[in-house]
């Protein structure tokens, strides 16, 4: 297929998140359960660097183009130099990392935890840890856009902080979906965000509070397939809108990736399905490139487990199926 590349040397357990830089379009994170941190070169289809850990990594994310950041089961936040492999450690949570945020508009590292806080990280500073936030729930996922953050925790809560002043949220929110909170991703317009659901629906929401805004809200059903006369229903594992049109993405454990346009409520295209679940996808800086994290997701257990396919992390080269129709650049 030449719309998109195989890269080789793929971690050796589950994809937990793959994360470009955000000012080099071709520079790409992974990190995994077999407790590494990749980082590649897509165009050279090279493994740069590796950087191993005591427990398996959750989530990871770039500060600037030779630096980044890593969290996961053993707590600890690392600063990862991706040029000298050199680590250092910034903390500790109390229990595990599950997503991390980099601001560059305010140069901090958000990390939030299942020990139910949100922290902020200075590497710079020489107390690393700048402030830690109290939260109702364990946080699964987050999402900045400019100075808004979104944080998704668990009993389907939603808060949304302006991160110049965190003592308490904007606004607390609860899931306008029934089910357990597997994604969410901050629209690049930074007009409201999407979450997805492990039953197999998205939701897209807006920050303004005006009865007007709220009015645009809508969820939708996807990552679904009628087989014979069962439904068969599939997590949505992740979300990621596009730099540029603000159209987005959509991956699933059914193994499809989707593009949606919000604004019109269609799809633009599903892409080829994959021999296994996709559990994180993200945008290159430019909006050129799409990475695919393909591996298993236990939906199957420890069964599934002995027929999974391996790992492997995809580079799809995106065209026009992520614009919008009538797109005039506006």
């Not at 990190?31 to 590796?50: I, L, M």
């Not at 040029?83 to 980099?102: P, T």
């Not at 995809?314 to 919008?324: A, I, L, T």
Request: with cysteine; net charge negative.
């Amino acid at each position: 297929m030449a719309d998109q590349i195989e890269l080789a040397s793929p971690p050796c357990d589950s994809v937990s998140s793959v994360r470009f830089s955000p000012n080099h379009p071709n520079h790409l994170l992974v990190s995994s359960w077999d407790t590494t941190v990749r980082f590649y070169d897509v165009t050279a289809n090279e493994q740069k660097s590796k950087f191993d850990h005591r427990a398996a990594v959750l989530a990871c994310c770039f500060s600037d183009s030779t630096h980044a950041f890593s969290g996961g089961l053993d707590t600890s936040v690392r600063e990862l130099d991706l040029q000298s492999e050199r680590v250092n450690h910034l903390g500790q949570h109390s229990d595990a990392i599950s997503c991390m945020n980099y601001s560059r508009e305010q140069n901090v590292l958000i990390t939030g935890s299942w020990d139910r806080t949100v922290r902020f990280w200075d590497s710079r500073a020489s107390n690393t840890q700048q402030s830690s936030h109290q939260l109702p729930e364990r946080v699964y996922s987050m999402d900045l856009v400019n100075n808004t953050l979104v944080v998704a925790m668990a009993s389907r809560l939603f808060h949304i902080y302006d991160i110049r002043k965190m003592d308490s949220p904007e606004q607390a929110r609860e899931s306008s979906l029934k089910f357990m909170t597997r994604a969410l991703a901050c629209m690049s317009d930074g007009q409201g965000y999407a979450t997805g659901s492990v039953e197999g629906r998205i939701a897209v929401e807006y920050f303004d509070p005006n009865p007007q805004a709220q009015e645009k809200k809508y969820a939708f059903k996807c990552h679904r397939q009628t087989i014979g006369d069962v439904d068969h229903v599939w997590p949505v594992n992740a979300l990621a809108f596009h730099p540029v049109y603000s159209t987005f993405a959509s991956a699933g454990s059914d193994g499809t990736v989707s593009i949606w346009d919000h604004k019109s409520k269609k799809r633009l295209r599903q892409y080829h399905k994959y021999n296994a679940p996709v559990p994180s996808i993200a945008f290159n800086c430019e909006g050129t490139k799409l990475a695919v994290g393909v591996s298993y997701t236990w939906e199957e257990g420890e069964e599934g487990a002995k027929t999974a396919e391996l790992p492997s992390v995809f580079v799809r080269n995106v065209g026009d199926e992520v614009k919008p129709k009538g797109w005039t650049g506006s």
